[in-house]
């Protein structure tokens, strides 16, 4: 599966080769399927053809209530990333939010932004910064709902 990231990828050597096996392969599963043809060395129009078909990418917020700690992190189903977590956990967990995984709410803007909480990997302390950050997030995506045409009752 491909998962579009904030990177532009011009050259192939730009992503290590087990990826880019990958990416072609499925790359070549796509266009076999919509019967377009493909040049599997075209990495421009494999680049192309993966963008085009890319499944969205999320930012999420999960707060671990027992220890007062928020993990940022990015998914394609935050829902069953959360679920995932819990599995085997103790600790509530709850989706705070999630937004599209796009500039200023990549993964890797939050963390740097948020380094000064960071208590260990994605875990940062629930603090007045990422209160803020998640309500940010919350009005991003409500405005990602409205610009669809998406109206709440």
Do not use: C
């Given at each position: 599966m491909y998962i579009r990231s904030d990177t532009s990828k011009s050259s192939p050597?730009?992503?290590?080769?087990?990826?880019r096996t990958r990416y072609r392969n499925f790359a070549v599963k796509i266009a076999t399927h919509l019967n377009i043809p493909?040049?599997?060395?075209?990495?421009?129009?494999?680049?192309?053809?993966?963008?085009?078909?890319?499944?969205?990418v999320y930012l999420y917020a999960v707060l671990d209530k027992d220890a007062g700690l928020i993990k940022?992190?990015?998914?394609?189903?935050p829902g069953a990333r959360v679920k995932g977590f819990r599995t085997g956990n103790t600790h509530k967990l709850t989706l705070l939010a999630f937004c599209?995984?796009?500039s200023p709410f990549t993964e890797r803007e939050v963390h740097t932004k948020l380094s000064n909480l960071?208590?260990?990997?994605?875990?940062?302390?629930?603090?007045?910064?990422?209160?803020?950050?998640?309500?940010?997030?919350?009005?991003?995506?409500?405005?990602?709902?409205?610009?669809?045409?998406?109206?709440?009752?």
């Open positions: 050597n730009s992503v290590p080769r087990r990826k493909l040049n599997p060395d075209d990495w421009e129009a494999i680049w192309k053809l993966l963008d085009q078909y890319a499944e969205p940022f992190g990015r998914s394609i189903n599209p995984h796009i960071r208590v260990s990997g994605e875990w940062f302390k629930y603090h007045t910064d990422t209160r803020l950050l998640i309500e940010q997030m919350r009005v991003m995506a409500a405005n990602q709902v409205l610009s669809l045409g998406v109206h709440r009752k």
